[in-house]
């Protein structure tokens, strides 16, 4: 059984900056596929970030440049640093965690794939305002 607590949402400006953090249990962190999802009002989740035990992470291209994901294996602890924050980055966010690290880029990044993730964050309100 693996729990996951997000925290770090908030409400910031264009242009700002936040980090979320994800805590995790479970003996095995270091060799999940963790990523992070959002969700806005009206529109289906989507990928944003994987990252699995070696440290290879992808990203969709709506964020490349301005988000980076990264891990602390010995806190069981997954970051989003968020940067150059636009209006249209407005959404719940979610950690999610996939006892399989196979194929993490893409069941992160694909339409639809996060119905393959079993294990989820409460999520965190990130609101940018124009």
């Known amino acids: 059984q693996v729990r996951l607590v997000d925290s770090g949402g908030g409400s910031v400006q264009a242009g700002g900056s936040l980090r979320l953090s994800c805590a995790a249990s479970?003996?095995?962190?270091?060799?999940?596929?963790m990523g992070w999802f959002r969700q806005a009002p009206g529109k289906e989740r989507e990928g944003v970030a994987a990252?699995?035990?070696?440290?290879?992470?992808s990203y969709a291209d709506s964020v490349k440049a301005r988000f980076t994901i990264s891990k602390d294996n010995a806190k069981n602890t997954l970051y989003l640093l968020m940067n150059s924050l636009k209006p249209e980055d407005t959404a719940m966010y979610y950690c999610?965690?996939?006892?399989?690290?196979?194929?993490?880029?893409?069941?992160?990044?694909?339409?639809?794939?996060?119905?393959?993730?079993?294990?989820w964050g409460q999520g965190t309100q990130v609101t940018v305002s124009s």
């Open positions: 479970g003996n095995t962190f270091r060799s999940y596929c």
């Open positions: 999610a965690a996939d006892l399989s690290a196979v194929g993490c880029g893409g069941k992160v990044l694909r339409r639809g794939s996060w119905r393959l993730f079993d294990y």
């Open positions: 990252i699995v035990s070696g440290g290879s992470t």
